[in-house]
């Protein structure tokens, strides 16, 4: 049994204008101290909020110094004196030349005339991921892109 469109209308008018009475109507002393007691009582046991610590914000720029983590190679050689001079040696990657590059489930790339797969090592270099754009590579602690030929690059040798 449903209300119809008027009644509902009457209803709803008639809560509105309950709703506005209670508004404008003074609380009687009763309810007031009721209210005041009610204040006191989250007051006492609300904590207060925490406070917001600011810091610095610290944002670190290494600018041109070289990755901390790559593998590097040293050697101690001795001068005239106390003095020690320390060379560092950078090993360069192999010369890795990819002919083709298949993408599916079990991607794989034809790399210095030899057909590789991921976990595959090829010169030294273990290839660790093989993507449109070429291969990547592990050489000696270090990661290498290793970009495909580009189409240009196909038209020009024909």
Not at 21 to 37: C, H, N, Y
């Amino acid at each position: 049994m449903g209300m119809s469109a008027k009644t509902k209308l009457k209803f709803i008018r008639f809560s509105a204008f309950l709703f506005l009475i209670g508004l404008f109507l003074p609380l009687g002393s009763d309810a007031q101290t009721k209210l005041q007691e009610i204040k006191k009582y989250e007051a006492a046991n609300n904590p207060p909020a925490k406070e917001e610590i600011n810091r610095r914000r610290v944002e670190y720029d290494a600018g041109d110094l070289k990755d901390p983590f790559r593998i590097l190679k040293f050697k101690k050689e001795k001068t005239a004196g106390d003095e020690t001079v320390v060379v560092i040696e950078e090993s360069a990657p192999p010369a890795l030349s990819i002919q083709g590059i298949i993408l599916g489930k079990q991607s794989q790339a034809i790399v210095n005339n030899t057909v590789v797969k991921i976990g595959d090592t090829i010169s030294e270099a273990r290839v660790i991921n093989i993507h449109k754009d070429g291969i990547d590579v592990l050489y000696k602690g270090r990661e290498y892109t290793i970009d495909s030929p580009s189409k240009t690059d196909y038209l020009k040798s024909k």
